[in-house]
Nanobody, 119 residues
Framework: QVHLVESGGGVVQPGGSLRLSCAVSGFTDSTFSAYAMNWYYQAPGREREFVAAITRAGDNTVYADSVKGRFTISRDNAKNMMYLQMNSLKLEDTGVYYC?????????WGQGTQVTVSS
């Protein structure tokens, strides 16, 4: 399994923006570009939910309806990095955000980064 580390979380007011990063390392028999990448989040007291996905080459993306038009997922295969640009943040976006690397039916998770949207 690869190692994922999220960063960029924090406290922001409604309507504000944050950019999350996910650094991926620990490749043994593959490279970062072999992994489809995803963002999930877990709100307090709720199950982990899908936020966004990006294909291995970064040429296709999918978003949860709740974040369409506000969040943008991207990746830099040369730097082994994935990002989530979060704009127009809402109170309900509060939670722990996790990055996920998927390959061959298996997934690896980071430890998460806390995003708090509060007035």
């Amino acid at each position: 399994q690869v190692h994922l580390v999220e960063s960029g979380g924090g406290v922001v007011q409604p309507g504000g923006s944050l950019r999350l990063s996910c650094a991926v390392s620990g490749f043994t028999d593959s490279t970062f570009s072999a992994y489809a990448m995803n963002w999930y989040y877990q709100a307090p007291g709720r199950e982990r939910e899908f936020v966004a996905a990006i294909t291995r080459a970064g040429d296709n993306t999918v978003y949860a309806d709740s974040v369409k038009g506000r969040f943008t997922i991207s990746r830099d295969n040369a730097k082994n990095m994935m990002y989530l640009q979060m704009n127009s943040l809402k109170l309900e976006d509060t939670g722990v955000y996790y990055c996920n690397a998927a390959r061959g039916g298996r997934g690896s998770w980071g430890q998460g980064t806390q995003v708090t949207v509060s007035s």
